[in-house]
Structure formats: C-alpha cells, structure tokens
C-alpha cells in the first residue's frame, strides 16, 4: 500500500524554499512581486496582513498546499520553532542589561 498525495502542485522554486528560511518576508515580497502566487490564489487583505505580521505561517502554508507534508515544510516548521523558541531570549538579555545598567 502506497501513500500518494495526488493534489500537490510543486510550483514553488528552489529559490523560494530556501530563502524563505532565512528571510521569510523579503522571500514573499519578491514572490508576490514575480506574480507566482497565481495558483495558490491567497488574494485579499488576510494574505497581506498574515505577510507582514506571521511570515513564516504564510510560508508554510504555501509550502504545504505546494507539497504537501513533506522534507520541505518539516525543514520550515523546524525553522519556525528555532525562531519562536528563541525569540523571547533576545529581549529578555536586553531587558536584564537595562535594568543592570540602571540599578
């Protein structure tokens, strides 16, 4: 017994998969400007806010309905849980050389 996911398209590019790693943003912007997201049809004020404010949910989401669940979105969930898990210590490290400073 197979398992095949028949509905996937791969039209995202390499380029996309792998810059989107790293600056997901700019990634997204110089797609949606080289007018590729034609056929994931993500229109609208939803894509653009979810752009600007979670990229990297955009990003897996486009990489999900281009490939479904595979080695390319286990690598940017991957990259999305390093990102969350160490966002928070980045701003605490300030927060503590603030108060140092300070006090």
Known sequence: MSLQMG???HTLPLWFLVFSLI???LALLVYWLDAA????H???WVPL???ILVPRLLVLYLVYLDQGIGFWLVIHLAA???VWASGGRYSRRRRL???RAIG
């Open 37 to 40: 997201t034609l056929p994931f």
């Open 97 to 99: 050389e603030r108060q």
């Open 23 to 25: 600056l997901p943003r």
């Open 49 to 51: 806010a979810v752009a």
């Open 42 to 44: 993500i229109h609208g």
């Open 7 to 9: 509905w996937t398209i």
């Open 80 to 82: 999305a849980l390093v």
